[in-house]
């Protein structure tokens, strides 16, 4: 009887101990579904040969809005369903100040060059009434405006504070001192003619 008294009396004392442990001991472990020996270098460790992973989809507003999350998370990643301001639907995660959209090996444009492209549906530009620029080692090497109509392609052609309108320039450093002008196309066969040393009698 007096053995039976004293399993009683621990009883509450051993329960105690083990759930003060239990908390250390979960956070200290990797946690797997599907697999009953984790990684034991990840928190958690999913396994299935027949079913993926479902993060959290939500439509987003805007790369620059938290919204609908309550605030910006580093890390956070989530699936957008929303077409508005400059998001479109597909994965997203968040750098701590805004939304950056995750590489799409399907749809976005490699480094190394692309397969399989469609003329009739890619292409290299903008689906809004927004300029192109083009850089080389961070120098503008190509523009395209709808607004002036003034179009440039060459590295330092047609001085960025240029006024004027509907003016092309081609080749290096072509119209690189102008300022204004309208409708002055002018192309950079200087530096051809240069190169080649035309022949002479």
Known sequence: MANNNLSH????????????????????QSVGI????PNTFS???IT???????????ALANTTSNSPIGAFVAGMQVYNTATAGDVTPGFYGCD??????LANAVADWSLTGNAGTNPTINFIGTTD?????FK??????GFINNVSNNTSFGVGSLNISNTGTSNSAYGKHSMAS?????????LAIALCLAAWKLPTS
């Open 48 to 58: 299935s040969s027949n079913k993926g992973l479902l993060l959290p989809r939500v």
């Open 178 to 186: 102008n300022t204004t002008g309208i409708q002055t196309p002018l």
């Open 9 to 28: 009396k621990l009883f509450p004392f051993c329960l105690l101990m083990f759930l003060s442990y239990l908390p250390s001991f979960i956070y200290a």
């Open 34 to 37: 599907g697999t009953s020996s």
């Open 129 to 133: 009434d927004q300029d192109i620029i």
């Open 43 to 45: 928190m958690l460790d």
């Open 136 to 141: 080389r080692n961070n120098v503008r090497a």
């Open 96 to 101: 701590g100040t805004k939304w950056v959209r």
